[in-house]
């Protein structure tokens, strides 16, 4: 007769792998295997707990401290981080990535097949990844080659089609981000006025009230390069015509600023200095967002008449582009521990 939790030693010399998520497995780690799962890969790492009726083929990797809930299905092309969270019904296909700190709620639907044919597979698979810390809620479904961004949540039955972003929150089929984990909101108008005057922090980036006239013929908004706009611009250019469920943005720039106002229309500006998110909302010709070099932004939920105005303080250049957030948080660490590299 077999315990319920029959104690399992893994033996495997020090692996890694060229992908988003690296681990090493060592002598003597160990993992608990339910006795009615069918576990078939040696490489499952220490403190992995794999309960009742799990089946994870032998090409599979898994990393340590997960816990693998009933009725789970791994493939052989899946490669999974340290301290994942998968929940009852879900199957891992072949070609998805998951790093550390991973949450996938009960049934998630991953595929890996965008026209898929009875018994026709194809050459290669296309990688799905999930990065560190993301959750993906119950009975989501994701389209295969897609990347969820880091500390992204993805909520319960949404159907994901494209990538998301870090941090973002989306919900809905076809899925649209709806917000921004732990982004704070700007105080309301009035509030800034009086505690601020004419502009108030946006973490390390600034909103302003920009002067603005108003009479019988209508109303007037205006700023002044040095005043209001704090750096000479070199450049402008217009975003528009954006569906609502589309987002601008998402990098940042290495010495570069820009000033953006919404002169018609409406959108939401989500700064991130790498360890804080502050979202305000552009819905005014008479309000502008400074955002300084080394600061991630990212513009959404645009209204269909929305048009943006950006003004840059320098000519187009695409090696100012930081475009990988985990490279942004890379060189936002350099830049706070050493801001003479700059």
Known sequence: MRSPLNLTRISETEKKWSGAHCYSMHPARTARFHHTALVESEHIGEGTMVWAYAHILPGARVGRDCNICDHTFIENDVIVGDRVTIKCGVQLWDGLRVEDDVFIGPNATFTNDRFPRSKQRLAAY??????????????????????????AMVGAGAVVTHNAPPHSKLAGNPARIIGYVDATPEASSARLVEQMGDRTPLGQATVYQLPRAKDL???????????????EVKRYFLVFDVASEHIRGEHAHRTLQQFLVCVAGRCHVVTDDGSSRHEAVLDSPAKGVYIPAMVWATEYKFTRDAVLLVLASEYY??????????????????????????
């Open 126 to 151: 296309p990688q799905t990844l999930i990065k560190r810390g993301a959750s993906i809620g119950a009975n989501a479904t994701l389209a295969p080659g897609i990347v969820i961004g880091e500390m």
């Open 217 to 231: 013929r209508g109303s007037l908004s205006y700023a002044e390069i040095y005043r209001q706009v704090p750096f």
């Open 317 to 342: 250049d695409a090696a100012e582009y930081i475009r990988d957030y985990g490279e942004f948080l890379a060189l936002r660490k350099t830049h706070v521990d050493n801001p003479a590299a700059d």
